[in-house]
Structure formats: C-alpha cells, structure tokens
C-alpha cells in the first residue's frame, strides 16, 4: 500500500532537518525522496500534498512545485551582452552603453520574452519626441536588436520591419571646414588643443587617436607617426608620413631626445571629449561654422580625393575597410579644397 512519511536526520554540521519520502506501493517497493526541509511545518506540508497525489493514484511529480522560471529583464542581458564584447575597442564599448542607456531607462525592467515590436516602435516615438536625431535612434535600436541576438529571442521584435520605422529626416548636406575655419580655431585654441587639431587635419585619423598615441609610436628618423592595430577601427597598423613642419612641433612638444617617455602620451592631457568641446568653443568665439573633430576626417578624404589619389590610396591612408564607405560617405565637394599652411599657422 502506497505511504508517505518524515524522518528527522541530522547533517554532518549538526543541523536538524526533515526529510519526505513515499511508497508507490508496500515494503517491498523503494522508498522515493520528495525534499528535505529545515522546519516539520514544512515538511508537513510537503508530506500531504504527497499523500494527496498518490490517493489520487498520480505518482508524485516534484518538478510542478518548481518556481517558473521568468526570462531575465533586458538590462540584465545587456550588462551581460556588454561585458561579453571583449572583441571591440574601448570607444565602441562606450558607443554600445550610450546608445543602450536611451533604451534602458523605457524597457529596461521588462523579460526579453514580452517585448513586442510595439514596444521597440514605443522606443523610437520617446526619443524622437525627446529630439533625438534619427542617426542617434537608429544607433539605439541597431544594439537593441544585438542583445537580443544574444539572448536568442526569435523573432527578434527589433528586426520588425512592419513596425520598427525610424522617423524621416532630411539627410543633411556635410561641408567639411576650410582651411581658413581650421586655422581661425586654431588660434583661439589653448595651446595643449593645437597640435592635436593639426594632427588631425594632416592625418584624417578618428579622434580617438589623440587619446592612444604614445611617445614611441614617433618614428623621428623617418618623420611618421604609427597608429598601432589595438589602437585602430580596423585592427590594422598604419604609418602616418608628417609634413616637416608639423613634424619639427611634435619634436619640439616632446622636448630633449634623452628625457622623452616611450610610454607617456604624445598629447598630455588631452582628451577626445575635451578636444571636441574646445574645438567648439573657439568655433562659435571665431564665427564659423561649428565642426567637430570627426568633421576633420571628411575634410582629409576630401581633400585627397580632390588631389587625385586613387581610393585604393585614400582608404590606405585614413585606415578605412571600405571603399564604398570613403568614396561615398566621406567624400565632398569642397567650397575651399586649399591645405592649410602649416608652416604659416606655427610659425
């Protein structure tokens, strides 16, 4: 005859515990657990809903008093999604916590498990409403659907392109800054912002650079400048060749041969944010359009292109992978296609 019944038992710490166990059927048959528990009040109640499934003829199924188990919320898989990108460089590990910060704060508390593309297409109206630019949503909702990827929801509600629609914008018209704008920033600049600003505007290189480059990364025999693969976008070395000028105020900011630091950075106390901000700044102080640092790099490619380089050449030259991407995207029509004079600006 099925029975079900306690024993009070004694773990190795000393502690008391009481353990169910059950009969399907009389002495004969074995003795089945069905938990152990640190009160008799509980273990009580474990025993009668036993006693109560086997009158109903059921074998006991334990795995029904199991919690059910709930998907984790959004911002938990992201904090997991960004600690898992090992594989990207520390700007784009900031790129992927801004653009999820504005997603967060709407969806963060909900299981990946109920988001519908309603809720994304909810995202997009907040920001939009809150004006964010349609390039910044777009970000938003592109690492959105990466950490659901990851989690393995599918249909990824992110990917719905009957509901997830980014709000219309005009694309605006780029026009990188002259040689003039560069040079009457570059007068209203504190002197640590000069040579980065210069920097820049010869190289064509990310603003991150500024922040990256060493002292050793300075070739002084052969004037060049390394931006070195764990340093890059594209996790490719490359040699930036220096005018003479440009290359004599680098010598001249790192000071004596025999005292320079291969480690310490090639601008002190520089910032990528701070250049940006300064550049900014003297922007509105000189009355020219505003640009940024990045706006610097259109410029270079421009330029380049207007000389004549191949895209072959101009790809190798700013470290870009694709082609289609700096003939298309980086390349303007210049109202000023002059360089500027170094050699006059640092004199």
Request: glycine content about 6%.
């Amino acid at each position: 005859m099925a029975s079900t019944w306690i024993e009070r038992r004694k773990t190795k710490a000393g502690r008391i515990r009481y353990r169910v166990e059950y009969r399907l059927g009389g002495r004969e048959s074995a003795s089945r657990y069905a938990g152990a528990f640190t009160t008799m009040r509980e273990a009580k109640s474990r025993r009668d809903w036993v006693a109560g499934e086997l009158a109903n003829m059921r074998v006991p199924d334990l795995t029904l008093l199991a919690a059910p188990v709930t998907a984790p919320t959004l911002a938990a898989v992201a904090a997991t999604w960004k600690a898992s990108r090992v594989d990207v460089a520390e700007g784009t590990r900031v790129l992927h916590r801004v653009a999820l910060d504005r997603v967060l704060p709407i969806l963060g508390d909900r299981p990946i498990d109920t988001l519908t593309g309603d809720d994304v297409a909810r995202v997009i109206e907040t920001l939009d409403a809150a004006g964010k630019k349609r390039e910044t949503i777009r970000k938003s909702v592109k690492y959105l659907a990466a950490v659901l990827d990851f989690a393995g929801v599918d249909p990824n509600p992110a990917r719905d392109r009957q509901r997830v629609r980014l709000p219309y914008e005009e694309a605006a018209e780029m026009n990188p800054p002259t040689a003039g704008h560069v040079e009457a920033v570059y007068r209203l600049l504190a002197p640590a912002y000069r040579l980065p600003l210069l920097w820049l505007d010869w190289s064509g290189a990310r603003v991150a650079s500024v922040e990256s480059l060493r002292v050793g990364d300075y070739d002084e025999r052969d004037r060049r400048v390394r931006l070195r693969a764990s340093t890059t976008k594209t996790r490719q070395a490359l040699w930036v060749e220096l005018p003479e000028t440009l290359s004599d105020a680098l010598e001249g900011a790192m000071g004596p041969r025999e005292d320079r630091d291969p480690d310490a950075h090639l601008f002190p106390d520089v910032t990528a944010d701070r250049l940006r901000t300064a550049i900014a700044r003297s922007c509105r102080a000189a009355g020219v359009p505003v640009f940024s640092p990045h706006d610097l790099r259109h410029r270079r490619i421009s330029l380049l292109h207007r000389q004549g380089r191949s895209w072959a050449e101009i790809a190798r030259f700013v470290g870009q992978r694709k082609l289609s991407v700096t003939a298309d995207t980086y390349s303007h029509v210049m109202s000023d296609g002059k360089e500027l004079d170094y050699a006059a600006v640092l004199a």
